[in-house]
């Protein structure tokens, strides 16, 4: 019996212990009431406004509107089978929603057969919902407890210019949400280009969560918990970029009916203050998702290929400066070193023609650069390759070295999602075009004067020109001066990046670009306003007419802006990307365009002509041609 009587209380101590966790875990924690959450409890999202966009000045390029969505967990409207839950009346919810019960079982069908579905996590069902819509289903939705409607923000574009540095916003797809699921779900909107793309995060905000709690037919009974374990939302940063928008603007009217890309620095701490591409974007278009996508699938002019960071271009003769640089660097020429023109440049059979004027004297760098003589720079680079004449390697790889340390060649690092790193050949690469031993610097000259086989981004050739106004350093160039009023930390940024050219060396290749203006290729333009220092570039194109290239830093005694532009097919360099840089840096250094004649030039002028013929061009080198009547592109016979 006693052996009994402690079993019994054995169990009942058991049991005692039992009941009393079950009672602890239920009336004195949440443990449970949160695991019954599907069940019990509605999560709402609350989205974030997205951080506003303005430029270096305060101009707001990029702010917020919103729209309505209608969101539904499926699991709650139709069941494994394909039939209604809970009675839901799909025909009458079709009428009240303004579709089809078609549209309706497509709908529910794509978002169930979704790889990434799950029961009871709600999806877009309609977007883009008008406020009229909105309100007379916000009369009936209590009807049907799976759907609710999502106030999302969306952009809104203060500008009408600038496309290609804000870029846009669009649903996330399955991969970026799976890139970072813990924010992400189906239906946000994440940025896809431009700043919206490279300061995501900073943009994005905080999603705030709501906890409601709902009966067994999912209608919403009151907050849980008193709100205790709700989120708040928290809007996105706003980001102030380094654009002057007054210099974005005027870029782009100027690049009007034509394909190149102006770029403007700020040599003193690498902000760009201008970043222009052209066939331009009306960044409203990317709100229309029939205009993106033309916009995106045009193969012709490619509006959304940014011509700035990601277009590569033979320099033409505003790599000549670089050419002088790397001599006077690696010891192959000296200040006093002089060459004598014989209208241009000669070996064997080949003939490299020059027009600068100065035929059968001694000329030096100074005089060469302002007359952009060809002869000058092609001696300049023999003398570089065979600086080791048993070796051409060495020479070649120092001088590839220099390049490189200006940013040629390379990625770039700035804070923007695309470009290119251009080509700057060495050694090795002509090692493997002609074999090892076999080329020399004959068959490589061309290089020395921007053209043969080097490719720089516009963004690249603003930034050498700015190194070569501080006399041999440059900062990373950059979109983005602030966040939520904080200016940037980021030493990628804020730390001078130092070239392998000795300060020593540039004093007289400035004043080599000064001539430029004052008794060379630019004295067209030259003004009385401000003093400018440059260099006009004619690359060769096999496909057109000739590119327009130039740079230019101004004011000549203390530098404050760089520019690059290029004007593809526009011929000289005198001729439109010319004028267009002294213009560029007219406004910002003055505030005012003195120049009106000259702007309405650059404004007016039209290459679509020449587009067009070298897209004629092209049809017939595939075999095909346009009828100039018909407009009906055939086959050609054979």
Known sequence: MKKLMIVYVLILSIVCLFIGRLAYLQLLTDRYTLNAFNTSIKQEIV?????????????????????????????????????????????????MVGISTLKFD????????????????????????????FARMQEQLYLYPAFSIIKRPERKYMVNTAGNILGYINEANPSYIKSDSIYYQPGDLVGIAGVEKSYEKDLRGVKGVKNLIVDRTMSVVGPYKNGDYDR???????????????????????????????????????EILALASAPTINPNDYLNSKLRNELIRDSISKPTFDRALQGAYPPGSTFKMMTALAGLQMGTMTEQT???????????????????????VPQGLEHAIGKSCNNFFSEAY????????????????QWASIMNSFGLGKFMGTDLPVGSKGLIPNSDFYDKRFGEGVWNPYRIIFNGMGQGDINTTPLQMANFTAAIANKGFFYTPHIVHQIDGKPLTDSTYMVKKNTLVDPSHFDIVLRGMRNVFTMGTARSFDTSSFTQMGKTGTAQNSHGQDHSLFILIAPADKPKIAVAAIVENGSWGTT???????????????????????????????????????????????????EPRKEKIVTLKG
């Open 338 to 360: 002089t060459y004598v023109c014989k209208h241009g440049f000669r070996y064997g059979r080949m003939h490299i023609g020059c027009h600068c004027g100065m035929y059968y």
């Open 232 to 270: 708040p939302v928290k809007s996105g940063k706003t980001v102030n970029l380094t654009i002057d928008y007054r210099l974005q603007e005027l870029a782009e009217q100027m690049l009007s009916n034509k394909r190149g890309a102006i770029v403007a620095i700020d040599p003193n701490n690498g």
């Open 382 to 397: 023999r003398d570089i390759v065979r600086k080791d004449p048993n070796d051409y390697s060495v020479g070649m790889n």
């Open 47 to 95: 989205y974030p406004n997205r951080g506003d966009i303005l430029d270096r000045n305060g101009k707001l390029l990029v702010s917020n509107t919103f729209s309505y969505e209608l969101d539904v967990i499926a699991s709650r409207v139709i069941d494994k089978s394909g039939d209604p839950v809970n009675d839901f009346d799909k025909e009458k919810f079709s009428k």
């Open 576 to 626: 439109w990307a010319g004028p267009m840089s002294s213009l560029v840096a007219e406004l910002y250094i003055t505030d005012t365009i003195k120049r009106p004649a000259l702007l309405e030039r650059m404004k007016s002028g039209n290459l679509q002509g020449e587009y067009r013929r070298q897209w004629i061009d092209y049809l017939k080198r595939k075999g095909l041609y346009v």
């Open 106 to 133: 497509s709908i529910i069908s794509k978002i169930t057969s979704a790889k990434d579905y799950k029961k009871l996590s709600p999806y877009p069902f309609l977007k883009n919902i008008s406020r009229e819509d």
